[in-house]
């Protein structure tokens, strides 16, 4: 890390209803019949009613490899691998402390999002988030499953990212976690190991099993497929619009990411995949997020970029 980054870095329980028919009036059983019989049929009309649709955007549900490994396993496994990357940063002084001014917005950022993540993920209630941010030029971030945070300032300075954009970028980050996206992966990996496996048994090679924490080495370098993507890039607008971040953020973003790919492409564009469909999908889903941002209270402090000195060489 170059002197002027390490610089930059120290500034059911069910309950049935009692129905009690009325004490007034004729309490003959005929009348107590249709009485009853009245009552029935105005519940199943209620039952009948619609569901209404929930605000904000719509994914569908977990894929089911997800239950071929365990959401323990990844999460430890990946707080893990969180440790030992502070761990290695902080050796090379380049972990940010909780004072540097980068480190506080993120951190007002992510708590300003985490209260909107309980409805994707009930287990992201009881996760430790952490937020870090690491003094290296990359352009990256990620969210671990787990909710471990990292941002490299690089992504921060040499884009110049608004509040609002960074809070693209961490939802769309969350929103892999919340999703269980990388749990996916390994299930899938698991069922296709699993199968090489069986077939290794009957032929008599040997076993070949390894357990979802082997698989966890990936996690700091798992690759998403576009479907992934969409799903990320549509939950984390939806965050970042109940948080009182300007959806609208996302499109400038990702046109930042764009003129950022030309020629060698950054480290965070190596797992994001980014094309003109991905802004046009942003500005079609819009309309479902935009009122969510317009009842939403704003954040009481604007933070804003860390400053381009010393961001060349």
């Not at 004072?99 to 009881?126: F, G, K, S, V």
């Not at 790919?261 to 965070?268: E, L, N, R, T």
């Not at 939403?296 to 060489?313: E, H, I, K, M, N």
Request: aromatic letters at 6%.
């Amino acid at each position: 890390m170059s002197t002027t980054l390490h610089q930059d870095l120290v500034e059911d329980a069910t309950i049935t209803p009692r129905i009690d028919l009325p004490r007034s009036g004729c309490t003959c059983a005929l009348h107590g019949r249709r009485l009853f019989t009245g009552l029935l049929a105005g519940a199943a009309a209620t039952a009948a009613l619609p569901v209404l649709a929930r605000d904000g955007v719509e994914v569908g549900g977990n894929s089911k490899f997800t239950k071929l490994v365990s959401a323990e396993q990844v999460e430890s496994a990946a707080q893990e691998q969180y440790l030992q990357m502070r761990q290695e940063a902080s050796s090379k002084r380049a972990l940010a402390p909780a004072n540097h001014p980068q480190q506080q917005r993120l951190q007002a950022i992510a708590d300003r999002l985490i209260p909107y993540t309980y409805e994707w993920n009930p287990r992201a209630r009881n996760w430790t988030w952490q937020v870090s941010l690491i003094g290296s030029k990359e352009l990256n971030a990620f969210c671990m499953p787990g909710g471990k945070i990292a941002f490299y300032l690089g992504i921060l300075q040499t884009l110049q990212l608004s509040d609002e954009e960074v809070a693209m970028i961490m939802g769309h980050e969350m929103a892999h976690a919340l999703r269980e996206h990388a749990r996916e992966r390994m299930g899938k990996q698991t069922a296709t190991r699993g199968a090489i496996e069986l077939g290794a048994a009957i032929f008599g090679l040997g076993g070949l099993a390894r357990s979802a924490a082997d698989i966890g080495g990936q996690l700091l370098t798992l690759k998403y497929g576009r479907d992934d993507e969409s799903e990320a890039d549509l939950v984390g607008m939806e965050l970042a619009a109940r948080s009182g971040y300007n959806p609208r953020a996302g499109v400038s973003l990702w046109q930042k990411m764009a003129e950022a790919s030309k020629g060698a492409p950054p480290q965070f564009l190596s797992t994001h995949p980014s094309s003109s469909t991905r802004i046009q999908d942003i500005e079609a889903n819009l309309p479902k997020v935009e009122p969510l941002y317009a009842r939403a209270a704003r954040p009481p402090r604007v933070f804003g970029p860390p400053s381009l000195r010393g961001a060349a060489g």
